[in-house]
């Protein structure tokens, strides 16, 4: 069964810097697509970034320039640097995989995790 758990998640004025964390399990993760995406309540989730079993990154235009997505294979393990971080920034954030390497639009994630909060002040 696949597991994702995510940390790094809190609080921070405008401009300043978080980093998010997400470990798997129960996968053989480097043959599998792994991004960050987020929500506010009542909307559906959209991609902030995404890395495929390749190395390949995506980036939503609102985060471009700002926010890194980095994997660790050895350690079942990617990452979110976020710089530079602006009150639109505030959102649940959520770890998500996809068994195809590639896949890493929302709509094919296999497995999500539970989220973590980010919440920028002005």
């Known amino acids: 069964q696949v597991q994702l758990v995510e940390s790094g998640g809190g609080s921070v004025q405008a401009g300043g810097s978080l980093r998010l964390s997400c470990v798997a399990s129960?996968?053989?993760?480097?043959?599998?697509?792994v991004g960050w995406y987020r929500r506010v309540p009542g909307q559906t989730r959209e991609l902030v970034a995404a890395?495929?079993?390749?190395?390949?990154?995506h980036y939503a235009d609102a985060v471009k320039g700002r926010f890194t997505i980095s994997r660790d294979n050895a350690k079942n393990a990617v990452y979110l640097q976020m710089d530079t971080l602006k009150p639109e920034d505030t959102r649940m954030y959520y770890c998500?995989?996809?068994?195809?390497?590639?896949?890493?639009?929302?709509?094919?994630?296999?497995?999500w995790g539970k989220g973590t909060l980010v919440t920028v002040s002005s």
């Open positions: 998500g995989l996809a068994l195809f390497e590639s896949d890493y639009a929302p709509h094919d994630v296999d497995y």
């Open positions: 129960g996968t053989q993760f480097s043959l599998n697509a």
């Open positions: 890395i495929t079993s390749d190395g390949t990154t």
